[in-house]
């Protein structure tokens, strides 16, 4: 199910502003690419990507990294995704972080939280979300802001033909964001033998 096209007031979380670009260390979910990138499209433009790779829906696992990571670093993350089974979750539990955000809940959630926790551990000076959160993040799949017409039961609603999906993640992806030149950096695949 595609959201809605509507125009309609929007979360601050959400509003044009600019954003200045920086690197995320993301696990794509394809199962819920297309809502998520419609989802964006209906927000903000500029942060739908031309790259067919690129990740729109996803659940990060560091962010933000190094605006240019070195070869060492590259080479580290690489170490780190080879050393890291793919990850089955199911994405049903639809919740709201106290900002707004309304996202899902992936469960089991331990695996995600090891990969970031290997990635922190390797580059420390790089904590989650920079360390607003504390030392450690919520792992999720943001769908929406809340505004005075959206909620966690709209966004529910909306979803409804899509959630719940169990989904094996299986590439780390290193993501540019910025408005009009999102793109995948680098991609590794997770080992089944990890």
């Not at 200045?20 to 927000?43: C, S």
């Not at 989904?167 to 950096?185: I, K, N, Y």
Request: aromatic share 8%; charged share 20%; proline share 12%.
């Amino acid at each position: 199910m595609d959201p809605p096209t509507v125009a309609r007031p929007v979360h601050r979380a959400w509003q044009a502003r600019p954003v200045p670009g920086h690197t995320v260390l993301q696990l794509p979910v394809p199962a819920l690419e297309g809502w998520v990138r419609e989802r964006t499209r209906h927000y903000d433009t500029g942060f739908v990507s031309t790259d067919p790779g690129f990740g729109h829906a996803h659940i990060t696992a560091l962010a933000p990294f190094a605006r240019s990571p070195r070869p060492e670093q590259l080479a580290m993350i690489a170490d780190i995704a080879a050393s890291t089974a793919p990850i089955t979750v199911r994405l049903n539990e639809i919740d709201q972080f106290p900002d707004g955000i309304i996202h899902l809940r992936p469960v089991p959630d331990h695996p995600l939280r090891s990969l970031t926790d290997a990635l922190v551990a390797a580059f420390p000076q790089y904590p989650p979300y920079a360390g607003k959160f504390g030392p450690h993040a919520d792992p999720h799949l943001t769908l929406d802001a809340a505004s005075d017409v959206v909620s966690v039961e709209s966004t529910r609603r909306l979803v409804a033909g899509l959630v719940p999906v169990t989904c094996t993640l299986t590439e780390l992806q290193l993501t540019w964001w910025e408005s009009d030149r999102c793109h995948v950096m680098q991609q590794w695949s997770l080992n089944p033998g990890g």
